[in-house]
């Protein structure tokens, strides 16, 4: 199963919440991979959905295989609605879409996280050997 469906580990999420949260909806999860009580599935589409319909404050581990478009939205829906969110994501700080929608006046926070963090697979086992680092920030 693609990366795109990785889980957030519990530390990770915490750590997010105790720095950023509390969160009432995960922007992109299923009923198996929520971290919230609340989240919007492929099926309600977060790239369609108007996230202040959904809760106050989001967080977001989104599909990595197509970025861009994720990352528009938590800028818009940030200044257009001032909606929170907090954000995991790789470190692919030296591509435009970073620059323009989490770099340039976007994200109030960015924190880079030590070592590779083993996400959970379908079944809730870590995957080992991620490409690359990870990184949180918020957009407040």
Partial sequence: MSNDYWRTPDWLFNYCTA?????????AASERNTKCARFIDE???????????HGSSGFCN????????????????????????????PTFNGEIHWYDNVFRNAASHVINIYGRVA??????????????????????
Wanted: zero cysteines; hydrophobic letters at 40%; a positive charge.
């Fill in 19 to 27: 720095l950023f949260g509390p969160f009432d909806v995960d922007l």
């Fill in 43 to 53: 099926a309600a589409n977060a790239l369609t959905s108007k996230w202040p319909d």
């Fill in 62 to 89: 989104p599909p990595y295989s197509n970025l861009p478009p994720w990352l528009r939205s938590a800028r818009l829906f940030n200044a257009r609605d001032k909606f929170p969110s907090t954000w995991i994501l």
């Fill in 119 to 140: 996400f959970l697979d379908y079944f809730g086992n870590p995957v080992s050997g991620t490409r690359g680092g990870t990184q949180t920030f918020i957009m407040v």
